[in-house]
């Protein structure tokens, strides 16, 4: 069974896609950029401020299905300038402890000029 999942107080995407899927024991998440869910606009300016809003974004998700970055098994990273790479790690690495299995791509644009964005994939508990 797929189940399409959607976290209460966020804004809909701005394309044709859910914020995620459930599906024979995963989570799979779409890519969650710096848009502060309570204001639907991008927060922040810098990459520092961009990758602690992705991270809130996607550890509110998370808590709405019941999980943590503990259950995350996979991420894909997206970065419009690897220069930020170190800066984006730093952060990064507060909130993903358990090392999982990742991607990271420099990317020439992102929607609403993000500077980062982050998809997951968890397993359900």
Do not use: W
Not at 16 to 36: E, R, W
Not at 84 to 92: G, L, R, T
Not at 102 to 117: T, Y
Request: hydrophobic share 40%.
């Amino acid at each position: 069974m797929i189940e399409v999942i959607s976290t209460p107080g966020f804004p809909p995407g701005i394309g044709p896609y859910s914020q995620g899927m459930k599906a024979n024991g995963f989570l799979f998440l779409s890519g969650q950029t710096p848009v502060n869910p309570k204001t639907g606009t991008l927060e922040g300016d810098s990459i520092e401020s961009q990758t602690r809003q992705v991270m809130e974004n996607l550890k509110l998700i998370l808590k709405n299905q019941g999980l943590g970055f503990e259950d995350v098994i996979k991420t894909t990273c997206f970065l419009t300038d690897m220069a930020h790479f170190s800066a984006f790690n730093q952060i990064y690495a507060e909130y993903f402890t358990g090392k999982p299995a990742r991607s990271c791509f420099a990317v020439k644009e992102l929607p609403r000029k993000s500077l980062c964005e982050v998809e997951l994939i968890a397993v359900l508990k």
